[in-house]
């Protein structure tokens, strides 16, 4: 579905030349949620503008079901971190989560039931004629969500989009995401530089290393499709495989060696 392919990116101007990334390789299946887990700077940011054809490789490509990316390829919805900058102050709720569709070319009527449909989702039903500044953090969060949603893709790239909310906002929005990923088959992938949320989301973790970045390791998490966070986040697996990711994020901190780019099989139970 997801093809990365020796993508590397070099920033250059002002001067200044910095490696970003130097040479990453993975695969995403149609449906898979795999998270992208790695030090702060390592690049994930300027990986998931790669991917979603936002920024122009320096080397390699992306391919999307077999088409080369070269610009945010349609199926694709971004949600960010700064959810504070992605939604318009001066729009109200329903409004926000209705740009995209006009921009695609839908209806009135098929647009008010994806607006609908996505805000029930993400339990903010009753937000619709609020303006976001009137909403919590975590609300505007899901809006930012249910925006994504409504643009019916079959992609949703994510960079670090919890990382500005409180703990608990947190795991309820990591539930909502888990919950949508099984219900809408969409494929996600989730960036994020928190072990714990990446070994607890994922079906799959990414490794990197540090900058230039390549992939340290990729990692099958065997956990139970259902999740919890009380029952999950304590259980003896959990705990080997957040123990297992640290290691090698420490690994790739120390600049210790990366293995090649294929799946690992998780640490022994
Ligand atoms: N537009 C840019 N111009 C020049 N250098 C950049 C630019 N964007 C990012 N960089 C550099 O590329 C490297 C990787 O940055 P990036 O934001 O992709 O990392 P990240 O892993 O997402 O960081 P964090 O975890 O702190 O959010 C950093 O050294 C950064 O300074």
Redesign the pocket.
């Known amino acids: 579905m997801l093809d990365v392919r020796g993508l590397r990116k070099v ?1 250059e ?1 002002s001067g ?1 030349r ?1 490696e ?1 990334v130097r040479d990453l390789t993975f695969t995403v299946g149609a449906g898979e949620l795999v998270c992208l887990v ?10 998931l503008k790669c991917v979603g054809g936002l920024l122009a490789p320096t080397a390699g490509e992306v391919t999307l079901a077999g088409r080369k990316v070269d610009g945010p390829p349609p199926g694709t919805a971004f949600v960010f971190q700064e959810y504070g900058r992605s939604l318009f102050p001066w729009m109200r709720v329903g409004a926000n989560v209705e740009l995209p569709l006009k921009q695609k070319g839908l209806g009135t009527s098929r647009r008010r039931e994806l607006v609908a449909d996505a805000l029930e989702s993400v339990g903010l039903a009753d937000a619709a004629g609020a303006y976001p500044w009137q909403l919590s953090g975590g609300m505007q969060q899901r809006v930012a969500i249910a925006r994504a949603l409504a643009y019916e893709p079959d992609v949703l790239l994510m ?2 989009p919890f990382a500005a909310v409180d703990a608990q906002t947190r795991a309820d929005l990591e539930d909502l995401v888990r919950g949508l990923w099984r219900e809408r088959g969409i494929t996600v992938l989730f ?1 994020t ?1 928190d072990i714990d949320e990446a070994v607890y989301l994922g079906e799959r973790v990414i490794v990197l290393s540090s ?1 230039p970045t390549v992939v340290q390791e990729q990692l099958e998490v065997d956990l139970p499709l259902e999740r919890d966070q009380l029952s999950t986040r304590v259980a003896p697996r959990f705990a080997e495989l957040r123990t297992h990711v640290y290691e090698r994020i420490q690994a790739a901190k120390r600049g210790a060696a990366t293995r090649p780019a294929g799946t690992d099989a998780p640490p022994p139970r």
Not at 38 to 47: E, F, H, M
Request: some cysteine; proline content about 5%; charged content about 20%.
């Open positions: 920033y101007g200044r910095t970003a790695g030090p702060s700077g390592c690049g994930k940011t300027t990986l960079d670090e960036v530089h900058s």
